[in-house]
């Protein structure tokens, strides 16, 4: 079916409208025409789920390089040191840009009130209205851009693929979903800001619209990704039959809640010296180790020793989302369970959001620069997106671009008419999510993983033919998603970080202290974090 029947052009398209899109087409507003596609409403992202907040060593009592070793000591050897440093660095000027903007980060009187989370040793935590700090900072955001006459939103319009030719993207097809039909933007530099893919996993924290999208569609196109083996297992997500796994954020542990067994028994002391406040891969871990010791499903957050009027006040959201459950959070503990919460990995980019393929970027949690490493230290993700968003915005507006090629521009692409039946789309979604969950999960070995790539590969087949359908199309890139996750989970023959391996309960420093990139072909090298050699290459040198 050739169904492309309209074509729009821009200078720059930007795809996704969380923090890292809005902050690059703010940037990008300045220099040209502007369209940010978004399948949703703009507002719609997981940003604007982000609760927390957002880390910046702006307190008096902290220092950027403080900063810095912890989000390196968070990333397990794998954080690259000079793309922390830009976060760190640039990320006081950028908060600093959003304050200006109007953006209400609470406050104790005057100044301005920052909270302790996990593995952070400072007290460097910004955030709003207690605990909706995304939606404060998409609030500002969306404003500002939406002042520009140059940056035009386009709700509800699902992007495809990327339109591709000979290593160079000129654009995205999409779906627009108002009158149902294919359309082709043409744009000198695309920026995909697209966010993660928490739901390929059964158990997660994502809105259902986190499914990788932009992940898949930068693969198909040839663009190289990087250490999507690390996927972040939140330890606390709501476990009550029925309900959406909300994320009861770090914050609370921060502020002095505690995790329970069943047996309503503090365990976390017994497997880190930092009890509650470990980095979120133990406390993951620690908290399965406990579920099998008890055998139960679920453990407690248990904030009824704090102050009820604090807990109304510090975390409104989740005390009405928590009451809404008939969990009144001030007297009752909360059940809890662990829930795939975000990608380290992604599309590999350099420290200004260039790809491996020419006009292309990414930022956010689309991208990977190596801030993460294999952990990613709380409350960084948002700063992540703030940072890179503008970087990637000034580095496509300073880069040279062609005009879009003439058969680029009239060149049709074409889709399959066998849409599958939504019951069976939904039926397989499940079965992926499910089999993700059990086999690519916390916990994970050699021959679990071999065989989830099996089963994956099989459920993939029925779903080949290029439709423009999107539940169909954002399952077919869950399933390519997952593989990604498999293959490259099975090269890491150790543990390090959110990836840890029964086979190999070891870190390997001298054969796996590297970034896993992964090709169009399904081939894992790893390279270097500083020289960006490949290990063959490193070991043939030494
Ligand atoms: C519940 C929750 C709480 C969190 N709390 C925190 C926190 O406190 N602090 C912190 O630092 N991080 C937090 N995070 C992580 C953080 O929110 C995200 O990593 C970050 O917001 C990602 O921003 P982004 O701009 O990269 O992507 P997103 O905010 O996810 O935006 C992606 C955009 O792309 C659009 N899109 C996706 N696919 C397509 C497509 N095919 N076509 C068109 N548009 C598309 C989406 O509609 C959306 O607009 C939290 C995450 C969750 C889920």
């Known amino acids: 079916m050739n169904s492309d029947t ?3 052009r821009t200078d720059f398209l930007v795809i996704g409208s969380g923090i890292a899109g809005l902050r690059a087409a703010i940037e990008l507003g300045s220099a040209g025409k502007v369209i940010v596609l978004t399948k949703d409403r703009p507002d719609e992202s997981n940003t604007e789920w982000a609760q927390g907040g957002i880390a910046v060593a702006l307190s008096d009592e902290d220092e950027v390089s403080l900063h810095l070793e912890d989000t390196l000591r968070a990333g397990d050897g794998l954080g690259n040191p000079e793309a922390v440093k830009v976060l ?3 990320g006081i000027k950028y908060i600093s840009e959003l304050i200006e903007w109007g953006t209400a980060f609470d406050r104790e009187g005057t100044h301005l009130s920052f909270t302790k989370e996990a593995a952070h040793s400072r007290s460097r935590v910004l955030h709003a209205k207690g605990d909706s700090t995304g939606s404060e900072i998409i609030r500002v955001l969306l404003k500002k851009a939406s002042a520009n006459p140059n940056i035009v939103f386009k709700p509800h319009c699902f992007c495809l693929d990327l339109v591709v030719q000979d290593g160079s993207v000129w654009g995205a097809f999409f779906l627009d979903e108002q009158d149902k039909r294919v359309k082709k933007v ?4 695309t920026i995909l800001t697209s966010g993660g893919a928490g739901q390929v996993y059964s158990e997660t924290t994502n809105p259902d619209l986190a499914t990788g999208d932009g992940l898949a569609m ?11 083996e690390f996927f972040q297992f939140h330890p606390t997500a709501l476990f009550l039959s029925g309900a959406p796994r909300f994320l009861l954020t770090e914050a609370i542990r921060g502020e002095g809640g505690y995790l329970r067994n069943i047996d309503c028994s503090r365990f976390m002391r017994q497997y880190h010296e930092m009890g509650e406040l470990a980095p979120r891969d133990i406390v993951s871990r620690s908290i399965v180790a406990e579920l099998k010791k008890t055998s139960s499903n679920f453990v407690y957050l248990d904030l009824t020793h704090l102050e009820g ?9 989740v005390y009405a989302t928590c009451l809404n459950y008939n969990i009144d959070i001030t007297v009752d503990m909360i059940p809890v369970h662990p829930a795939a919460h975000y990608l380290m990995g992604g599309i590999k980019t350099d420290l200004s959001g260039r790809t491996s393929l020419e006009n292309l970027y990414a930022a956010g949690e689309v991208a990977c620069t190596g ?3 294999a952990n990613r230290l709380a409350s960084n993700s948002l700063l992540e997106g703030l940072v890179y968003g503008a970087r990637a915005g000034l580095a496509a507006i300073a880069d040279t671009h062609l005009a879009v090629p003439n058969e680029v521009a009239s060149s049709n692409s074409s889709w399959s008419d066998h849409t599958q039946e939504l019951h069976r789309i939904n039926e397989t979604k499940l079965a992926v999510q499910h089999l993700m969950w059990e086999k690519v999960g916390i916990l994970r070995n050699g021959k679990e993983l071999k065989e989830a790539l099996r089963h994956l590969l099989h459920l993939s087949s029925h779903f080949m033919a290029n439709t423009p359908d999107r539940s169909e199309c954002e399952l077919r890139n869950l399933m390519t998603v997952g593989e990604l996750i498999i293959v490259s989970a099975m090269a890491r023959e ?4 959110a990836h840890y391996r029964s086979d190999y309960p070891c870190k390997d420093e001298q054969k796996f202290k590297n970034h896993s990139v992964i090709s169009k072909s399904k081939h894992v090298d790893f390279i270097d974090i500083v020289s960006s050699k490949s290990t063959a290459e490193t070991q043939k040198a030494t």
């Open 6 to 8: 309209g074509v729009l």
């Open 88 to 90: 760190v660095e640039e």
């Open 186 to 189: 043409l744009a000198q530099s």
């Open 218 to 228: 930068a693969h198909r196109a040839g663009a190289l990704l990087s250490d999507v």
């Open 309 to 317: 009027n604090f807990i109304q006040s510090r975390f409104p959201r």
């Open 371 to 373: 801030v993460h490493g």
């Open 494 to 497: 150790e543990s390090r970080g």
